[in-house]
């Protein structure tokens, strides 16, 4: 995949990451509108979404902020998120990747938003702005 035709939107507002038991139903805190996740596993039951949600005493990780990868984007491309965890890592920037049925997404501490939104800058990628949620074409 052409890198240097990637766009990227930066969203609003802050994310947090939590997690609880697995058995747990998906909480009501978790539904709603913005970028929310939910993956079970036998160990857990992690959800992601904005961080002003999430009720006290859930165990969480707060301070991401999202970047989405303007798209919808063909689910047969190759190297997408290679390209975006490849700059970010020669920066030093840890990331959490998530990917959807029509695009990306990469979630980055908002103390390195900065050198994130330079190193993805300086690798060819282009931030178009700050936007909501993806509509499909």
């Not at 802050?14 to 609880?20: D, N, P």
């Not at 992690?46 to 990780?61: D, K, L």
């Not at 959490?96 to 990469?106: C, I, K, P, Q, R």
């Amino acid at each position: 995949m052409d890198t240097q035709a990637l766009e990227f939107y930066l969203l609003p507002g802050e994310l947090a990451v939590c997690r609880l038991e697995p058995e747990e139903p998906c909480p009501p805190w978790a539904q709603g509108p913005g970028l929310v996740a939910v993956v079970r596993t036998a160990e857990e039951l992690s959800v992601i979404c904005p961080a002003p949600r999430v009720p006290p005493g859930v165990e969480r990780v707060e301070g991401w902020r999202a970047l989405r990868v303007a798209g919808p984007l063909d689910m047969s491309a190759v190297g997408v998120l290679a390209g975006l965890s490849g700059c970010l890592a020669r920066a030093g920037v840890s990331l959490l990747a998530l990917s959807t049925f029509l695009t990306d997404y990469v979630l980055v501490r908002r103390a390195d938003l900065g050198r994130a939104l330079a190193a993805l800058g300086a690798g060819g990628y282009r931030l178009v702005g700050e936007s909501g949620e993806l509509r499909r074409t």
